[in-house]
């Protein structure tokens, strides 16, 4: 990966995190907006259905950022871009449709594959 890659891949993390508080913000506008609103029954079920998403995306968000924090450390750190299971290179290709992922095609496969199966204590 050359150091124009890196920097390319570092600028679209910053963008996606800041995505990420854009639409949060828009999403908490919205919701003050409609509270402000003599609410009605239809709007209530929107009211009901924008509480539910709001509890949904404040944990995927969190996650998401996360996420892009660790990997911008791992630029920092020069780790970037290496699977932390197998520490083989993850091409570029998967890096640029993911800019945060840690594992490579294989390790994550593998891991999906463990996620399926039942725990014997379960």
């Given at each position: 990966?050359?150091?124009?890659?890196?920097?390319?891949?570092?600028?679209?993390?910053?963008?996606?995190?800041?995505?990420?508080?854009?639409?949060?913000?828009?999403?908490?506008?919205?919701?003050?907006?409609?509270?402000?609103?003599?609410?009605?029954?239809?709007?209530?079920?929107?009211?009901?259905?924008?509480?539910?998403?709001?509890?949904?995306?404040?944990?995927?968000?969190?996650?998401?950022?996360?996420?892009i924090n660790l990997?911008?450390?791992?630029?920092?750190?020069?780790?970037?871009?290496?699977?932390?299971?197998?520490?083989?290179?993850?091409?570029?290709?998967?890096?640029?449709?993911?800019p945060s992922v840690?594992?490579?095609?294989?390790?994550?496969?593998?891991?999906?594959?463990?996620?399926?199966?039942?725990?014997?204590?379960?």
């Amino acid at each position: 990966m050359t150091d124009d890659d890196l920097k390319h891949l570092e600028q679209k993390l910053f963008r996606q995190r800041w995505e990420i508080f854009r639409s949060r913000r828009e999403l908490e506008e919205d919701w003050q907006q409609l509270g402000e609103r003599e609410i009605e029954y239809e709007e209530e079920a929107q009211k009901a259905n924008l509480t539910e998403l709001f509890e949904q995306l404040d944990e995927r968000e969190k996650k998401e950022i996360e996420e892009i924090n660790l990997a911008l450390d791992r630029i920092e750190t020069g780790t970037y871009g290496i699977c932390e299971r197998c520490r083989k290179t993850i091409p570029l290709a998967r890096l640029e449709s993911l800019p945060s992922v840690r594992l490579c095609i294989s390790c994550a496969a593998k891991e999906e594959v463990l996620k399926e199966i039942p725990s014997a204590t379960a």
